[in-house]
Each structure stands twice: as C-alpha cells, then as structure tokens.
C-alpha cells in the first residue's frame, strides 16, 4: 500500500483496474486509492502478469502493507503471499540488529539511536503518487526558530510543481538535513524538531548522515580550509569553481531570471560559494564595481575575452524530468499520426463578441474549442478512449485536459465533465486552474483523469504545430492562431479569419477514417458556434 500523501497512514482500495491474470506494463494504472485528502490513480512501476491482490475494493489497509504481486506467469509465490520466508528473514535480521546494538553500545556509547522525548523527526514527504524524490526550493524556517503546528515548514519541488510543506508539530527547529537546491529520496532526513536545546547529534549520525559523523566534519573542515585558499589565488573564481560553472539554488536562479540579475555577479554566501535566495535579494550592481576596484588582480582576468565559449549547467527539476520521461514515453510508444483542418472563424468571432457584451461574461476562443472538443468527444466515443495492451477502455465520461505553460515546463489542469459545462463555466474554470498551475497551487487531483487534451499556442502567433499525444490519452489537438486573409466564399475572394487544426492520434486506438470524422465534427461545431448553446 503506497503512501500517495503527506499525512496518509492508511488508504482504502475504491477500485481495481486490473484483475489477476492480467498482463500489467510500466505505467499502467493498477487501482484507484482512497487516501486521507483524495482518491488518486496507483500507477505500476513494473511490468509482467499480477499474480495477486492482497487488499480487496472496499478494504482499508495500512501503509506498507501487501497490496498486490506482479511477476512471470506461473511463478510461485505462495512464500511471499503466506510470509513464511519473510519471517525467518526478519528473525535473523532481528538477531543480527541485536548484536550489533550490543557491540556498538560497548565500543560507542554515543550511536544510541533513541529518540529523546518530545523530538520529532521529519523526513522527506510524498507529495505526488509518482514522487520519488525531492527538492527543497526553500526553507521558510531555519535552525533555532520556533514553530508551531500548522506552520509552512519550506517550499519542495516534486515531479509535478512546487508544493508548501507543512509542520505537524511544535517545537524549535533543532536540525536540516536537506538544505535549498538540494535533491533527497522520499523517507530520508529532513529536518528534527523538539525542545530548544535537545542534542540530536546520535539522531543525525544514525538517521540521516550518509557517512560518520567524524568523516562529514573533516570534509567540512577541509572545504572551509580548500576555500580560504581559493580565496587568496588570484585567478577569478566563481562560485568556488574554476570552470564558470554557477552554483545556485532554484529559487535563487528564478529570483535572478525575474529580476534580470547576472548570477555571475553575485557573491554565494551558501555552502561551497552556493547561491542562495539571500544573496540575490540583497544584491546591489554597484557591489560589483567595489569588488573590481579593491581586487588585487588585474581588472582585465575579470572580464570574459569577446568570442570565448561558455556554458552554463542547470540542474534539471523534477517537473522537468516528469515531463522527459513521460512525453518521451508517449513519442516512442505510440504510433502517431496526424490530420489538419482549416476552420472559419468569421462566425465564432461575431459569436464571441456577443456574448462577451452581457455584462461579467468573458469567453475566449480557446473556450469555445475546448466546449466544441467535449461535444464531438460524445459524438465519436472511439476518440474518447485509452490504450492497455490487453484492452482499449471507452471513457463514458468525458475530462477535457488544457496544456498550460509554467515557469518549470508544462501542466495539464483537467475540467472534469466538460461536455456538461456551459461556454462561460468552462471559461471560469479554465481561468481558475490555469492560475493555479502558474502560482503552483494546483493540486494533484486537479491533473488527474483527462480524457482527451487540447494545447492552445495561437497566442504567440503559431499558425499551425504537432503536439505529442497526453497518455493515456489517444488524442491531443493543437490550435493554431486565427489568421486575416483572402479566401473563397460562394465564388468570390473575400477577405476572412481562418484557424488551423492538427489533432495527433494513437493509430493503436484511433483509425484515420475515425480522426477525420472527429475532426469534421468538431469544425461543424467551431464555424456555428449557435449549436453549442443548445
């Protein structure tokens, strides 16, 4: 049973999508969980034939617990299912533990791992169902503050947006076990709390240093003495790094971005040179100048020579690897195929401009396509569909996913039930989540489920494009933008407002001659916009 939340220690199977026997893939969708704070799709990380489901639709489980076995065909698992090898395991493990425990107590005191009273550890939470690490984009707290219960602990950045942490607890920060910018596993150390003053110096070496306390000071010992003599060299060093290479936190580099700020400029003040939040905020461009005119070393080894190469590595986020591994996926996996459409735009335009005249109505085209895409989804239910290899699922309900641009990458909002929604209710709900994704408030459930996915890069002046389709998706549209020139209408040139559609489909789902009725549809739809208000 997986832990698909912050605060979840137990989960509730609503539904099994697969049944024992069947064959399973790497992300196909196992069963849908009831947590704490929603009901997500559990995705498999694994491929070959489930043998076994341990918790039945209904049950309740706690975390951790058998869920289900995925194996070779035929494979016996009797041992597994029934623990009988797992206890011996434990057993000699239990053993082993114990006399460890012992010699250590004998040769150094010190390791005891107990936990004074009152101190509570905190280790990297799952914050998304397919979150396997994460990155602290920045700490709201530090070392020595006091916190209370309900108190926004720090920033972190799973694979799918930035997400507020909060604190459960209350107490003093006594330690931080992942600093900003810094990427750590799911479950490892991230921060103690409790009583000010505790010493949780044994908690630390035992719980979250990665090698003996002893070994971790003299390297810190020996970086501070490495620096103070990189300091003294005159050769221009950035960062602590000879290579140009910029070390900064996230937040940091983003602050830079918005504020138009070279970070080649700014003095870290983090661990090794790092630069962190602080630095950008409190930097000024005359402390540049002063650093110039009181460095010992010439003025001209400040300067980059005119033609040198350079490159700069940023680190990839987690949103950004989602995005790889999953379009990657999609572009490798499915058969893609594409059909274009031109649409007349003249009535949806009139169209437009009358409702958006009844006062606190506000429609965009982009409205109007995604209204169009949810009417002709019900007309062609085969469009409306997704891809396992031993079945093609028809979704009887219709989730219409909007392709917004952020910061870090791409999101997908999802307007549940779209073929019910009037135009202006689907434009306020458009408008809603777009502003989340952008604000990175959205949340996980609010992603989830789409059926069919339209991505909108008219706005930048984009006449015509391919997407890669959204798996599980078998369909993706791209819209153009609306383009003023002469066509032919009842025999004559006239001056008109055309836009271009490029629907992408799996061929493993959708045949061609099924996209192009889709596509007639849904043109029939976008040119007499009066038929979507019936």
Same mark, same amino acid.
């Given at each position: 049973m997986p832990r698909l939340s912050d605060t979840m220690e137990e989960g509730?199977?609503?539904?099994?999508?697969?049944n024992v026997g069947d064959k399973i893939e790497e992300g196909d969708i196992l069963a849908e969980i009831e947590t704490d704070k929603a009901t997500m799709e559990f995705e498999s990380f694994y491929e070959g034939t489930l043998l076994h489901i341990g918790i039945q639709e209904g049950e309740t489980s706690p975390v951790d617990v058998l869920l289900a076995v995925i194996g070779e065909e035929g494979e016996d698992i009797s041992e597994i299912i029934n623990g009988s090898s797992e206890p011996t395991q434990k057993e000699e493990t239990s053993e082993e533990v114990k006399e460890e425990t012992s010699s250590e107590e004998v040769s150094s005191p010190s390791s005891a791992t107990t936990i004074p009273e009152g101190v509570q550890v905190i280790t990297m939470p799952r914050l998304s169902d397919t979150m396997t690490d994460g990155t602290v984009a920045t700490w709201l707290k530090k070392v020595g503050d006091r916190v209370e219960e309900g108190d926004m602990l720090a920033e972190i950045e799973t694979d799918k947006a930035t997400m507020e942490f909060e604190c459960f607890y209350e107490g003093t920060i006594l330690y931080i076990g992942v600093q900003e910018g810094e990427t750590a596993p799911v479950d490892s150390l991230l921060t103690i709390i409790g009583p000010a003053g505790t010493d949780v110096s044994a908690i630390v070496a035992n719980g979250g240093a990665s090698a003996p306390a002893e070994s971790t000071?003299?390297?810190?010992?020996?970086?501070?003495?490495?620096?103070k003599v990189e300091e003294t060299e005159t050769t221009v060093v950035i960062n602590n790094t000879s290579d140009g290479r910029i070390f900064a936190s996230p937040l940091a580099k983003k602050i830079a971005t918005d504020k138009g700020i070279n970070l080649a400029d700014v003095?870290?003040?983090?661990?090794?040179?790092?630069?962190?939040?602080?630095?950008?905020?409190?930097?000024?461009?005359?402390?540049?100048?002063?650093?110039?005119?009181?460095?010992?070393?010439?003025?001209?080894?400040?300067?980059?020579?005119v033609g040198e190469e350079n490159s700069e590595e940023t680190k990839n986020s987690?949103?950004?690897k989602a995005i790889a591994k999953s379009l990657g996926n999609s572009k490798f996996t499915a058969p893609h195929f594409y059909l274009n459409v031109e649409v007349d735009m003249d009535n949806a335009m009139a169209s437009r401009k009358t409702i958006n005249g009844?006062?606190?109505?506000?429609?965009?085209?982009?409205?109007?396509?995604?209204?169009?895409c949810a009417m002709a989804l019900k007309k062609h239910?085969?469009?409306?569909?997704?891809?396992?290899?031993?079945n093609t699922i028809t979704h009887k309900h219709i989730h219409v996913g909007v392709a917004v641009a952020v910061a870090d990458?791409?999101?997908?909002? &999802?307007?549940?039930? @779209?073929?019910? =929604?009037? /135009?202006?209710?689907?434009?306020? *709900? +458009?408008?809603?989540?777009?502003?989340?994704?952008?604000?990175?408030?959205?949340?996980?459930?609010?992603?989830?489920?789409?059926?069919?996915?339209?991505?909108?890069?008219?706005?930048?002046?984009?006449?015509?494009?391919?997407?890669?389709i959204n798996q599980p998706n078998s369909a993706i549209l791209s819209v153009g933008a609306i383009v003023e020139k002469p066509?032919?209408?009842?025999?004559?040139? &006239?001056?008109?407002? @055309?836009?271009? =559609?490029? /629907?992408?489909?799996?061929?493993? *789902? +959708?045949?061609g001659a099924v996209g192009a009725q889709f596509l007639q549809t849904l043109k029939t739809f976008i040119e007499n916009p009066v038929t979507m208000l019936a």
């Open positions: 509730v199977v609503a539904k099994w999508l697969k000071t003299s390297e810190k010992k020996e970086t501070k003495a490495n620096t003095k870290g003040s983090g661990e090794n040179g790092r630069i962190i939040k602080k630095d950008v905020v409190n930097y000024t461009p005359s402390s540049k100048v002063e650093e110039m005119i009181n460095t010992a070393a010439p003025v001209a080894s400040s300067f980059v020579a987690q949103m950004r009844i006062p606190d109505v506000k429609v965009s085209f982009n409205d109007m396509v995604v209204k169009a239910p085969q469009v409306n569909t997704s891809w396992t290899e031993a990458g791409l999101l997908v909002p &999802v307007i549940k039930h @779209t073929d019910q =929604l009037s /135009l202006t209710q689907i434009g306020a *709900t +458009v408008r809603d989540l777009a502003g989340k994704a952008r604000d990175k408030k959205i949340k996980v459930d609010e992603m989830q489920g789409s059926t069919f996915t339209v991505s909108n890069l008219g706005m930048f002046g984009i006449e015509s494009f391919t997407s890669i066509v032919v209408k009842n025999g004559q040139i &006239v001056v008109g407002n @055309t836009m271009k =559609l490029t /629907l992408a489909c799996d061929h493993r *789902t +959708v045949d």
